[in-house]
Structures are given as C-alpha cells and as structure tokens.
C-alpha cells in the first residue's frame, strides 16, 4: 500500500504562484513515474504533469507548459508542482498519483487551487 497526501493549495489571484507538495509514503513504494492531475468542477480530471521516479524525465499538458514545474526529492519520497503565472482557468481540486509500471495505481485526497482574477 501506498499513501499520497497533498499539500499547498490555497487562493490566489491571477499572476501569482503556488508550490504543490505530496508526501508519499509506504512499504512497497517504488513507483515508475509520479503524476499530478486537476479536477475543475463540472469536468473530467485531467492529467497535469508526470516525472519518473528514476530518471526524471517530465511530461506536461499542454496547458501548463512554461508554467509549472514538476519535480522530484527522492530521498524524501516527495514530489513537488510548481506553479507559476496561475489562471482562473487552473481552479481545481489538484491530485497526486502514484504509478508502479502502466496505470496509476494510487491517489491522493487532492488540494484546492482557487485562482481569482
């Protein structure tokens, strides 16, 4: 089993920035790839961006490319999204997810992100 557990939301306005954390933790934890994903209300939840585990390679959605930052302290077991510039449209319940090898297997309760203009 692993745990995820966000940290970092909050409300911002337009322009400002936000530092995401999720701690994981548990005995088997050896994930490929760590991911965060968004859910605005009314919508599906969307991928945001993935870093593997080992050689920290990223992903990132179209939406936030130049904007947020994903990464990764190993030694902490934690991953961290940055994000900059922020945009009304970024207004979501923001989760951490854990992938072992092809699906992601465990998330985390999510952080609000309010972003006013």
């Known amino acids: 089993q692993v745990q995820l557990v966000e940290s970092g939301g909050g409300l911002v306005q337009a322009g400002d920035s936000l530092r995401l954390t999720c701690a994981a933790s548990?005995?088997?934890?050896?994930?490929?790839?760590m991911g965060w994903f968004r859910q605005a209300p009314g919508k599906e939840r969307e991928f945001v961006a993935s870093?593997?585990?080992?050689?920290?390679?990223?992903n990132y959605a179209d939406s936030v490319k130049g904007r947020f930052t994903i990464s990764r302290d190993n030694a902490k077991n934690t991953v961290y999204l940055q994000m900059n510039s922020l945009k009304p449209e970024d207004t979501a319940v923001y989760y951490c997810?854990?992938?072992?090898?092809?699906?992601?297997?465990?998330w985390g309760q999510g952080t609000q992100v309010t972003v006013s203009s």
């Open positions: 997810a854990y992938k072992h090898t092809i699906q992601y297997d465990y």
């Open positions: 548990g005995r088997t934890f050896s994930p490929y790839a």
């Open positions: 870093i593997t585990w080992a050689g920290g390679s990223t």
